[in-house]
Nanobody
Framework: QVQLVESGGGLVQAGGSLTLSCAAS????????MGWFRQAPEKERDFVAA????????HYIDSVKGRFTISRDNAKNTVYLQMNSLKPEDTANYYC????????????????????WGQGTQVTVSS
């Protein structure tokens, strides 16, 4: 069982930066692949970024490549999403998720592939 708590959201002007954190409970955090998703009002929950449990493999949607960076610190049971050059279209509720993973380089991009979810943190980017 893993419990996830996101933090770091807020209101920022276009072009600004935010760093989201996701703190996980449990002793086996290092065996979970992690992902960030976002959901805007009346929209589906969309994949943003993922990282393997080793941290050696990452994957992003095209619209955030070069602007967002996902990373993890297994000693601190925490995954991060550094967001730079934010745009109004990045406005959404951001969720972190954990997926049981048996391979060090595996990541996941589908909502249904994740086993645990946080409650989300709101990111609002003003123009």
């Amino acid at each position: 069982q893993v419990q996830l708590v996101e933090s770091g959201g807020g209101l920022v002007q276009a072009g600004g930066s935010l760093t989201l954190s996701c703190a996980a409970s449990g002793r086996t955090f290092s065996s979970y692949a992690m992902g960030w998703f976002r959901q805007a009002p009346e929209k589906e929950r969309d994949f943003v970024a993922a990282i393997s449990w080793s941290g050696g493999t990452t994957h992003y949607i095209d619209s955030v490549k070069g602007r967002f960076t996902i990373s993890r610190d297994n000693a601190k049971n925490t995954v991060y999403l550094q967001m730079n050059s934010l745009k109004p279209e990045d406005t959404a509720n951001y969720y972190c998720a954990a997926a049981v993973s048996y391979y060090s380089s595996t990541y996941y991009t589908g909502v249904s592939e994740y086993d645990y979810w946080g409650q989300g943190t709101q990111v609002t980017v003003s123009s």
